[in-house]
């Protein structure tokens, strides 16, 4: 063998060395959350990396001791809710934006975008304020109202790259059949936005399941948290003797259908991501 | 149906100016053809007149209605894209049938009017289904159906044949000549191929920097051009130009100095006001130079010599290009000689010119009124 | 009408519900939080505000926890950010190579984006737990540490203890806005460095680096943005406490926990005002770099 096969077989194992590193960085944090979510109370406290007899309890506990099935329905309820009424907002606006030429456009492009750069704490109180005044504190339709704020600007942002690609003779298509723009936009457009939208909603809902300042600030009661507030707030007898074995099952109870949502469309959500940011 | 007339229309687009001045008609139940190169603005002209684009100047009627102001669906147009446009998510039948169904045409009128459209254009089998399951022939059909079914006042066509191969481009061709004999209705058609405007167009419509040329039946344009870029344009290939100047006039015959030994006779009008002097573009066409023995054809008949620098065979004719024996750098002489011709590179050649078959061009690229 | 005029119409007409409902969630409650800056409201009553001119915002920039606060936010946004491009950069350049697994490795690395801030946070505070953390019991068997050490609790390590778990959850975003960018790079360049044999190592920094500027670039605000408003994952680690405390857990505990919805929304208004001025900074350097 002479140094330059050595050579190459050293920088071959470096470089799969450093995959393992990536890989094992990115994946270990989610299954210790795992492993020790499947470990009783006394065992928990011993470090094994490898389960070797699963202990399902915390996994049953976390839904009697803590309305968690009930906060799940919360989550489900307040993102579906927020990304559905994005969704139906944000195409017919991307619709304008990304197809029809008119003055200021340039201007609302800009102001969207700003909007969504907007710390959701500068907007707290006067959104606390608001929310009071409708009558809405403590309720679920305070948070899918007031997520509108971030899930809004970026399903237009987003929506509008992708509305952009479509062909325009298409378009001129359906103007010359006498379509009018709420024809083109429901009959022709939509059907072909699918994909698109579905990324989109997904985008904008992982957001909305993750959000965590308002849904804090928004609700009082255990039973109108959502998913992210109830994990953080779970506690045990004394604030030095958290629940551990609980917080983990909840953790890998709300993260795994995410992870498959994630796995399932993971083409689509990279393609999402860059529209929204490399292109914008 | 309507016949459509275009007065001082002039559409800019930010400061460049797309189309000017045109003023143009368009006869009732004719198959006008648009044609010129790419940005000679054929295509915006057929957006103007869809309405899918605004004029920024001038009026646009069909028959006496002025549209200029009307929406594409209130003209009563239909058009049909090169790339085809069709719906990808409907089926052959609800492509046809969107228009219609748009304009609250009862279930079965539509039926009616999708099966005959359907039956017209051979295409009944395929209705079901979805545009990505055909080919592009097929699918060049279904778009034009869809032109169909809503029995439009004018068709129009934006290329519509420059996605298909050459083979189905001809037939295509001809089915769309038997459609407009069948329907009667007015066609106006975009292509930038002087071949299908030739074949297709009762008239065509030479288009170049925004201006309409010239406008007549092809052999018009093929027999009388207007003006240089007329002459070039129509014709494959294209008309040889040689610049000279006048050496005398004899009745009805002019002799053109062109640098070589001897002048070149064109016939024109016995009224004709050519003095001597006075510089000139004498154009002929390929296939009206001919080889044959310089000894043969009459008097008037001029010659011109060169040496051959390349040899085109195309099978059934072939093309010889011609560096004249003058000092000035003109393009090459190209002309037609027969299929199995014996012409090489480098030899001396001598081609015969008839007077009746020369077009002349004065200084500003006008056409010199012909002698017949 | 014509069409173009008519088609102007519609796109008003499409506009409106989400102009709308942006000014009602966005447009206003900034506006009231300014107003509310000014006065001396308070949570329980907010009626009997008495305007107070720049008072609050005169106490803001006296009170050192304030500053604390600003100072955590600036070292949190600027290190993670530093240490999510660097790792980021990496990952991208490495998942960019072709190799067997790819395709999984990438799915891998979208994982700890997937995750709940609120989930991760609990996670790492479970895996940095003093006692019967594995962190720990990794370094000290390893014998890169001789005892346990209270990673979140300690003021030394708490604040780093943040940033190590949001480089963890926000690198797979960095590395795949990074990804992106490096599929778009023209072939060319990287066939012609070959053919000319260049050095890898001098390909990256002459050819890739500049050509991926602009993506960095975006990538980087995006980020920045993103890290100066930090709250959950903060808040989740360590709460209130003072040697984390991030500006935004700050405003929203003089607003809920103290109260203080005059002094709080004052503490909100002045991130807003900082978070802009540092983005129109940013684009501006940004554009004086294009420029040059």
Redesign the interface.
């Known amino acids: 063998m002479n140094a330059k096969q050595m050579k190459k077989i050293i920088s071959r194992t470096a470089?799969?060395l450093?995959?393992a590193v990536?890989?094992l960085?990115?994946?270990f944090?989610?299954y210790?959350?795992i492993v020790?979510s499947l470990k009783t109370g006394s065992t928990?406290?011993?470090?094994e990396y490898w389960v070797s007899n699963p202990y399902w309890q915390n996994y049953v506990s976390v839904f009697q001791e803590q309305p968690f099935g009930r906060n799940i329905l919360n989550s489900l309820f307040v993102s579906v809710s927020t990304v559905a009424l994005s969704l139906a907002?944000?195409l017919?606006?991307a619709?304008?934006?990304g197809r029809?030429?008119?003055r200021g456009r340039m201007l609302?492009l800009f102001v969207?975008l700003g909007?969504s750069?907007?710390?959701?704490?500068?907007?707290?109180?006067?959104?606390?304020?608001?929310i009071n005044s409708l009558g809405l504190y403590n309720n679920l339709l305070a948070l899918s109202?007031?997520y509108?704020?971030f899930t809004?600007?970026f399903t237009?942002w987003v929506l509008t790259t992708f509305m952009r690609e479509l062909?325009k003779?298409?378009e001129?298509?359906?103007?010359?059949?006498?379509?009018?723009?709420?024809?083109i936009?429901t009959?022709?457009f939509m059907?072909?936005m699918g994909p698109a939208l579905v990324t989109t909603g997904l985008l904008a809902f992982?957001a909305a399941?993750?959000e965590?300042?308002f849904a804090?600030?928004f609700t009082l009661s255990s039973e109108m948290r959502t998913?992210?507030?109830a994990?953080?707030l779970t506690s045990g007898a004394s604030a030095h003797e958290l629940p551990?074995g609980n917080?983990?099952a909840a953790?890998v109870i709300?993260?795994v259908p995410?992870?498959i949502?994630?796995?399932v469309f993971?083409k689509r959500?990279?393609s999402g991501?860059?529209a929204g940011?490399?292109k914008? | 149906m309507a016949g459509i007339s275009m007065q001082t229309v002039d559409k800019r687009f930010g400061k460049t100016e797309v189309i000017q001045q045109v003023d143009l008609a368009i006869n009732d139940g004719e198959f006008a053809v648009f044609v010129g190169p790419s940005g000679c603005g054929k295509s915006t002209l057929l957006r103007l007149i869809a309405g899918l684009e605004e004029v920024s100047g001038g009026t646009i009627q069909f028959d006496n209605q002025d549209v200029t102001n009307l929406e594409p669906s209130e003209r009563g147009v239909a058009m049909v894209f090169q790339s085809y446009a069709l719906y990808p998510h409907m089926s052959v039948y609800d492509n046809m049938a969107f228009g219609l169904k748009l304009k609250k045409t009862d279930a079965k009128t539509i039926r009616e009017r999708v099966q005959e459209s359907a039956r017209i254009l051979q295409i009944e089998h395929l209705l079901d289904r979805k545009p990505k399951e055909l080919s592009g022939g097929q699918r060049q059909r279904v778009a034009i159906g869809r032109a169909i079914v809503r029995k439009p006042r004018v068709f129009l066509f934006d290329e519509p044949l420059s996605n298909l191969d050459a083979a189905l481009r001809v037939q295509m061709r001809l089915e769309l000549k038997r459609l407009h004999r069948e329907l009667g209705t007015t066609m106006i058609y975009v292509t930038h191929d002087q071949v299908e405007a030739m074949t297709l167009a009762d008239r065509i419509v030479v288009l170049n920097g925004g201006r309409v040329e010239q406008v007549g039946t092809p052999l018009e344009l093929y027999h009388h051009p207007a003006n240089l870029f007329v002459a070039g344009f129509i014709g494959s290939p294209k008309m040889n130009f040689i610049a000279g100047k006048i050496a005398g006039c004899n009745g009805n015959l002019v002799q053109v100095d062109i640098g070589t030994s001897h002048p070149i006779s064109a016939e024109v009008p016995e009224s004709s006001s050519l003095k001597p002097g006075v510089p000139i573009t004498i154009g002929v066409r390929p296939e009206h130079l001919s080889d044959a023995d310089p000894s043969e054809g009459s008097e008037q008949t001029s010659h011109v010599e060169g040496t051959v620098i390349a040899v085109e065979h195309l099978g059934s004719e072939a093309y010889i290009h011609l560096k004249l024996n003058t000092n000035a750098a003109d393009e090459p002489l190209v002309f037609k000689a027969i299929g199995d011709t014996g012409w090489e590179t480098g030899q001396q050649a001598t081609v015969t010119v008839e007077p009746g078959r020369c077009y002349l061009f004065d200084e500003s690229g006008n056409a010199v009124e012909r002698g017949h | 009408m014509t069409l173009q005029k008519q088609r102007v119409r519609w796109a008003w007409i499409f506009l409106a519900p989400m102009l709308l409902v942006l000014a009602f969630v966005a447009g206003w409650p900034l506006l009231k939080t300014m107003a509310y800056g000014f006065t001396d409201a308070s949570l329980i009553n907010p009626e009997s505000a008495q305007f107070v001119g720049f008072d609050n915002f005169a106490f803001l920039l006296q009170d050192p926890y304030w500053w604390a606060s600003v100072w955590n936010t600036v070292v949190f946004a600027v290190s993670s950010v530093f240490l999510e491009t660097v790792l980021g950069l990496i990952i991208a350049l490495a998942l960019n190579a072709q190799f067997r697994g790819r395709g999984g490795l990438r799915a891998a690395i979208l994982i700890p984006w997937a995750i709940p801030t609120v989930v991760s946070a609990q996670m790492w505070n479970w895996m940095f737990n003093d006692v019967f953390g594995v962190i720990n019991h990794m370094l000290l068997g390893v014998g890169l540490i001789q005892e346990p050490i209270a990673w979140t609790a300690s003021p030394d390590t708490a604040l780093l203890s943040i940033i190590l778990v949001d480089v963890w959850k926000t690198t797979p975003f960095m590395a795949l806005l990074l990804l992106a960018g490096l599929q778009m790079l023209p072939k060319e360049c990287y066939e012609s460095a070959r053919v000319d044999g260049v050095h890898p190592v001098k390909v990256f920094f002459k050819v890739t680096l500049p050509l991926l500027k602009p993506a960095l670039m975006v990538a980087i605000i995006f980020r920045l943005l993103d890290a100066l408003r930090v709250f959950d994952l903060v808040y989740v680690m360590s709460g209130n406490n003072r040697s984390t405390m991030s500006m935004s857990v700050y405003a929203r505990q003089q607003l809920i926990d103290f109260g203080g919805l005059g002094f709080g929304s004052a503490a909100a208004t002045l991130i807003f005002a900082i978070i802009a001025l540092f983005t129109v900074v940013y684009l501006m350097a940004a554009r004086v770099g294009r420029e040059n």
């Open positions: 470089f799969y450093l995959l990536i890989g960085y990115t994946v944090p989610f210790w959350a020790s928990l406290f011993e470090v907002l944000a017919a606006a619709y304008a934006i029809i030429q008119f609302l969207i909007v750069m907007f710390p959701q704490i500068a907007v707290l109180s006067g959104m606390f304020e608001l109202f007031s509108l704020i809004l600007p237009v062909p003779e298409l001129e298509a359906a103007i010359v059949d006498g379509a009018t723009p709420f024809t936009v009959q022709v059907p072909l992982i399941w993750n965590f300042l804090l600030t998913v992210p507030v994990i953080a551990w917080i983990m953790s709300v993260t995410l992870i949502l994630v796995l993971q959500i990279v991501l860059t940011a490399v914008g």
